[in-house]
């Protein structure tokens, strides 16, 4: 199981997310948000295996880049085409859609499900590539109570936030892991066998077993030798007003997240600019991580109204507050980080565990 993350895009201009999942069973691509360029660092069929398209909301920093990808994907038929935004996404993405010449269409098939997450519902659209996208077909909406998609080993959490339009706050969590502590097993004398899957099935009755011929208490077995291992998580926050109520209700959500990558649009003293449109400031973001308790944060979207000196204070501004905060590695902007000029690579998400030296 390992779950790996990269910012795609150049500090000052558009960025995205990448998380792949390997749970073991199966790998899983989540691309957030596709902003002018992002894709283009990565091969055409790394594009094309991207399982699911999550947007924050459609402001054209967050969009510029979705022809690449459908452009790799428009036909893709050996796994579902699947987007999720806030509402009005699957109106925007008709659009999107149709702004090309189809006239080769009717051979091909292609389904694009389409999800408008509203605060309390997910309406879902789909739109077919044989009939060249003009048609809007319902598929009927659902209750929408935070987790919006289950995945093998892994889940997606959704928050609709406020930017003067709905905008969305995601979170990726693996799920939760019980393994057998073998050295433990050993030390108490007991030998492997069938057993075992009964100890880890919580719900197995009745609650003893025999293992070599002597009875023992599942409750009490488990005790001993099942270790808990909590799954690594990645939040993605951008572009929406972070105030009081807006940072506490954040907080339960993202209590104890492993990788927080969220916005810099703003340096402190802008303050009042950041309020204006609905944007956070680097202190915000990191009082976010600190008050979270979470385990790194990553800043991201830096405005280009900054140089790079600017940006340089705005991490040390952040990291005031939050020590554990850095830029992506490959931008090559924190002098601290090492190589000036690192490849783009996969990093891995930070353990849900506190350090220590908080
Ligand atoms: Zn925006
Ligand atoms: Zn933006």
Redesign the pocket.
């Known amino acids: 199981m390992s779950m790996t993350f990269r910012i795609l895009g150049a500090a000052g201009r558009?960025n995205a997310l990448l998380v792949q999942i390997d749970s073991g069973q199966a790998f899983e691509r989540l691309l957030f948000?596709c902003?002018e360029g992002c894709l283009s660092e990565l091969p055409f069929r790394d594009i094309q295996a991207i399982d699911h398209l999550f947007f924050?909301?459609l402001?054209m920093?967050?969009v510029a880049g979705f022809d690449t990808f459908f452009r790799c994907t428009f036909n893709r038929n050996m796994r579902p085409n699947r987007v999720w935004g806030p509402p009005e996404t699957a109106r925007i993405l008709q659009h999107r859609f149709q702004g090309f010449l189809w006239n080769l269409h009717e051979d091909m098939s292609a389904t694009w499900l389409v999800h408008d997450i509203h605060p309390q519902l997910i309406h879902t659209t789909r739109m077919e590539l044989s009939d060249a996208f003009a048609v809007a077909h319902e598929e009927g909406t659902e209750l929408h109570e935070g987790t919006i998609l289950k995945g093998a080993g892994f889940a997606v959490d959704a928050f609709t936030m406020d930017h003067r339009t709905p905008t969305l706050a995601y979170v990726v969590r693996e799920k939760t892991r019980w393994n057998i502590d073998t050295f433990r097993l050993a030390s108490l004398g007991l030998q492997p066998g069938p057993w075992l899957k009964q100890l880890k099935e919580s719900t197995s009755s009745p609650d003893d077993v025999v293992i070599d011929g002597i009875r023992h208490s599942l409750t009490e077995l488990r005790k001993e030798v099942i270790v808990e291992t909590a799954g690594k998580s990645i939040a993605y926050l951008?572009?929406f007003l972070l105030d009081e109520q807006a940072t506490e209700r954040l907080c339960d959500a993202l209590r104890g997240c492993g990788t927080m990558i969220c916005?810099a649009?703003y340096r402190h003293r802008d303050l009042d600019l950041a309020r204006r449109h609905f944007?956070m400031t680097t202190v915000l973001s990191a009082t976010l991580a600190a008050r979270a308790q979470a385990g790194e944060l990553i800043l991201f979207?830096l405005s280009n109204r900054y140089d790079r000196s600017e940006w340089l204070e705005m991490l040390q501004e952040a990291r005031q507050v939050f020590p554990r905060t850095q830029y992506p590695p490959h931008w090559g902007l924190d002098p601290g980080a090492g190589a000036d000029t690192l490849p783009a690579r996969m990093q891995q998400a930070a353990p849900p565990e506190s350090p220590p030296d908080r």
């Open positions: 558009d948000d902003g924050s909301h402001h920093d967050h951008t572009d916005e649009q944007h979207h």
